[in-house]
């Protein structure tokens, strides 16, 4: 099957052609920006709309995810998390090994100094993350999936919560208003909460995705209803010419662009390596597990900080999300770690049901300094990367698909995005 190409909206006085490699929020939101900028768009993935790490998240519009993972102290705090059999970390030690450079660089960001430079950057792309996931999903089929609501992070008790007086402090500095909440108010907000979670704080200005999958399937559905392409199918290589990159080879045929944009998450880098673009891009593996039939009432999303993982009230039951594992991404999914998160369902909500269970594992595209990349290839300025958002790919989609849909038009774009530049490794 050949799919060029060769005649494009430029032609007719269009914006030309552009393919979005990845089927994900980040990809889906791209392609839409693109088309409302008068580009005929194609969306290629292996797999269907949203069934990547778009499938398995917390679902959580966190405009106050901007606090890296490796902070101060994390270095000492590592033998502890990885002994605890119902901590948030689990690693290969030979994966790691084989990986070392990329670990010590990781943890090297976790200085104070280097923490603030990158929540500052982060904070650029969650900012407002609700409204951009309001405004992208408007008159879409993903419109359904989206709400506006209060993210609580819980705690057992208030010293708990000063004890991360670092994150907090950041979070402030930022202007991400938080509200403190004391035991009984708590109660009535959450009345299934565990009764040894004693302490809150409220974050307003916030949302989740009633299902991240169909929110991303219907954003994909209306762009296709638009006149877009989307083709299944595993994009290869690229044929070069005279002026670089123009097509893109995938197993059911050779497509032409005049601009191609790679989101695709943990797999972007088998192309990025054929353009020269050495990224030292890994696969953080995440878990869940969905209890339909509960039995229980969630009113808030949650950061359940104990265990490091996100309960979400989803509309096909209460989601736990989270632990950061470091394997192979060809390793199978650990039960283990599925367990662990139906055991902190227990501890969670104690009058649960928790028969009824589904569970997933999928790889969170993740880099170095926690920073995602955005922007045009060197040497290959038609193809543009937008990848490597690690725990908040779902949080800042919408806006990196319109910051990117910027780019690729040539307009001008009101943020300074330089500490996300592809060649800064």
């Known amino acids: 099957m050949n799919m060029q190409t060769k005649s494009t909206p430029r032609e007719n006085g269009g914006a030309g052609h552009a393919v979005v490699v990845g089927a994900g929020i980040i990809g889906a939101a791209t392609a839409l920006n693109l088309q409302r900028r008068g580009f005929e768009v194609t969306i290629i993935d292996a797999l269907p709309p949203g069934e990547g790490a778009s499938f398995g998240n917390a679902g959580i519009a966190a405009r106050c995810a901007i606090v890296p993972v490796p902070v101060p102290g994390i270095l000492k705090k590592l033998p502890a998390m990885l002994l605890d059999p119902m901590g948030p970390l689990s690693m290969d030690f030979l994966h790691v090994a084989r990986n070392a450079k990329w670990f010590i660089d990781y943890l090297r960001h976790g200085r104070a100094s280097e923490v603030e430079r990158i929540a500052a950057e982060l904070f650029k792309l969650t900012d407002g993350s609700i409204d951009e996931h309001l405004e992208l999903a ?5 419109a359904p999936w989206v709400t506006e609501s209060d993210y609580l992070y819980i705690y057992p008790k208030r010293s708990d919560f000063e004890a991360e007086a670092f994150a907090w402090d950041i979070r402030r500095r930022h202007g991400i208003e938080h509200v403190e909440v004391g035991q009984a108010e708590l109660r009535e907000m959450e009345p299934d909460l565990a009764a040894n979670f004693t302490f809150a704080v409220r974050l307003p200005q916030h949302g989740f995705a009633l299902d991240p999958a169909k929110l991303v399937k219907g954003l994909v559905e209306t762009f296709q ?3 877009g392409r989307l083709l299944q199918a595993k994009a290869q290589a690229f044929e070069f010419g005279a002026e670089g990159a123009h097509s893109l080879i995938t197993e059911a045929g050779t497509i032409a662009f005049d601009r191609l944009v790679i989101a695709a998450g943990a797999w972007s880098t088998t192309l990025t390596k054929q353009l020269g673009a050495r990224i030292p891009l890994i696969s953080e593996r995440g878990y869940h597990i969905q209890f339909r039939d509960s039995g229980i009432r969630q009113n808030h999303p949650m950061m359940v900080t104990s265990g490091k993982y996100v309960a979400t009230p989803m509309a096909d039951g209460l989601r736990l999300a989270g632990i950061v594992e470091f394997k192979p991404m ?4 650990d039960p283990r ?3 662990r998160l139906k055991r902190h369902a227990r501890l969670l909500f104690p009058s649960a049901e928790l028969e009824n269970a589904e569970t997933w594992m999928g ?6 300094d926690s920073l995602p990349v955005i922007g045009a290839v060197p040497g290959h300025p038609n193809v543009f990367l937008a990848f490597g958002h690690q725990h908040i790919g779902l949080s800042t989609g919408p806006r990196t698909g319109r910051l990117v849909a910027q780019l690729v038009a040539g307009e001008q774009v009101n943020e300074d995005l330089s500490a996300f530049r592809v060649d800064r490794f």
């Open 138 to 142: 408007r008159d879409t089929g993903g």
């Open 363 to 368: 790889h969170r595209p993740s880099l170095p």
């Open 330 to 333: 060809s390793a199978p999914p």
């Open 225 to 227: 209803k638009r006149g």
């Open 337 to 339: 770690l599925t367990e």
